[in-house]
């Protein structure tokens, strides 16, 4: 506003666009910037002694789900989340935190999968070009338990959830791989085997191994040129 003064003064009749407008001709910044030194009350950094991150947070996650090993899906039976919120203010809000950061962490580790030209081109830029969560990806039953604890040295001892949850969402992934280890052993694989995040049906259904799998034949890289390259 101190730089708009000069612009506002001379046409004090003008609309906020107008002022905007001249500024913008007369390049003059209207952006401010600010930097962040961290949380310096509760740190002694030459002791290494301290709290450096009040609103740190900790929780547990088990997922459960089923798998097709002939076309590669799977559905998410069942979540149980335990998160550290300390004192929550407003524990439905939390929930809803937790909640929604872990379906974009699913998302993230199962089905969101970006491909990329040999170019390097991104192919995948938005939902209609891969898949996002959607209602029925969401667990069929869900739980999030708010933990309590005492944070004396936050804002009315709380934490700040955010989207902390969403790393929560490997769970699913990890859910994934025993469910197809499980299945492996039943045909006598070994239970070591590799599988790729995003877990795309493709990529749970070649992990599967079969007489149907093994009919896939292996192109030699070096003899031809893929439409699109995969960025793990």
């Excluded at 910037?33 to 450096?52: A, I, L, S, V």
């Excluded at 006598?188 to 896939?216: K, Y």
Aim: include cysteine.
């Amino acid at each position: 506003m101190a730089r708009l003064k000069p612009v506002i003064k001379k046409n004090p009749e003008g609309k906020w666009e107008d002022w905007i407008e001249t500024a913008y001709k007369e390049s003059i910044s209207l952006s401010s910037t600010g930097y962040f030194r961290d949380y310096q009350t509760y740190m002694d950094w030459e002791k290494g002694e301290g709290e450096p991150w009040p609103y740190f947070v900790y929780g547990a996650v088990c997922s459960e789900v089923e798998v097709d090993c002939l076309t590669g899906a799977h559905k998410l039976l069942r979540t149980d989340i335990f998160m550290d919120s300390a004192c929550s203010i407003n524990p439905a809000l939390d929930i809803g935190q937790v909640e929604g950061a872990f379906i974009q962490g699913m998302g993230l580790y199962t089905i969101e999968e970006l491909k990329y030209s040999p170019e390097g081109v991104l192919y995948s830029r938005g939902p209609e070009d891969y898949k996002i969560p959607t209602v029925t990806e969401i667990p069929q039953e869900f739980y999030v338990t708010l933990v309590w604890s005492r944070n004396p040295i936050a804002i009315y001892s709380s934490k700040g959830l955010g989207e902390a949850g969403m790393f929560m969402g490997n769970s699913v992934l990890f859910a994934i791989y025993d469910a197809v280890a499980a299945a492996r052993r039943e045909r006598g694989l070994a239970n070591t085997f590799l599988l790729n995040s995003p877990a795309t049906p493709e990529e749970i259904r070649m992990a599967c191994v079969d007489q149907f799998t093994d009919m896939i034949p292996r192109d030699d890289p070096s003899t031809f040129t893929p439409w699109s390259i995969r960025v793990s």
